[in-house]
């Protein structure tokens, strides 16, 4: 009988992880199913909890249970204990495990796919919901000179400051408005391109070859990277950060670590 891992959310419909994990497995000779599982924005915690009966071994968690998730982790890694969320469970037998494995797949994507080291760049950090926490510890480690943290509420950005200045990078949080100009990496963590707006931050954080990066990926991203090309950024959507992501969970339940660029490219060309 198939190991059996899930993507659970509401709306989860318009997935790519079922494809993607399919593509994994393939590739490394794990014998898998993967599904999708809507769970009711009210029941999520028993939704979960029989699957997990059901004997699967487990699941990514999308919009809006991350938080939940974590909370009902027996054990939890560094990076979801910094995010204060979880996009992947692991049901152990003495426990589920948690991580978030939204920031590595972000800065593998940016380092490895886009060719962007962070080590000693200005970077911007657009929106502090659950999204900018999952990813802030991951940017961190990869050692930028330093992350600006913008929101339309600063006093979210100021939490994510304190929260992380432990680590060791120059760290500070400003509303929108008060982003700061000429940045060598952007990266849209805000929910705007939902609504196909542009971007929630000025031009000027902008200089010609400033990597621009939304978390959104297919027609959704269009608005943010047409407005980053018309400002000679290099505009990029978030479809590596989501395969790179959904490696790291593969690891984290498999320890076996698959290529990512053949899926990437597949996705691509799908899209």
């Not at 992501?245 to 670590?257: C, D, H, L, M, N």
Request: aromatic share 6%; with cysteine.
């Amino acid at each position: 009988m198939k190991d059996r891992y899930a993507v659970v959310g509401n709306p989860v419909e318009h997935s790519r992880s079922p494809a993607i994990h399919a593509m994994f497995a393939e590739q490394t000779g794990q014998d898998i199913v993967y599904q999708r599982l809507l769970a009711p924005l009210d029941g999520f915690e028993p939704s979960l909890r029989a699957f997990a009966a059901g004997g699967a071994k487990g699941c990514n968690i999308t919009v809006p249970f991350k938080f939940e998730a974590f909370g009902l982790a027996a054990v939890r890694t560094e990076r979801a204990e910094l995010a204060g969320a979880a996009n992947t469970l692991r049901f152990d037998a003495n426990g589920w495990a948690a991580d978030n494995t939204d920031g590595a797949g972000l800065v593998n994507d940016l380092q490895h796919n886009a060719g962007r080291p962070l080590a000693g760049l200005k970077v911007l950090l657009v929106g502090a919901g659950g999204a900018g926490a999952g990813v802030l510890g991951s940017l961190i480690a990869a050692k930028p000179a330093q992350i600006t943290i913008v929101n339309r509420s600063v006093d979210k950005a100021e939490a994510l400051v304190a929260s992380h200045a432990h680590l060791g990078v120059a760290l500070s949080a400003a509303t929108l408005p008060d982003a700061p100009a000429a940045q060598d990496v952007v990266i849209n963590a805000t929910s705007t391109s939902l609504a196909g707006a542009a971007s929630p931050v000025d031009a000027r954080v902008l200089k010609p070859g400033t990597l621009a990066l939304d978390m959104m990926y297919g027609p959704k991203a269009q608005g943010f990277l047409d407005w980053a090309a018309a400002h000679g950024a290099e505009p990029r959507d978030g479809l590596g950060m989501l395969v790179e992501q959904a490696a790291e969970a593969f690891f984290f339940w498999r320890g076996v670590r698959p290529d990512t660029a053949p899926v990437l490219a597949a996705l691509r060309a799908s899209l």
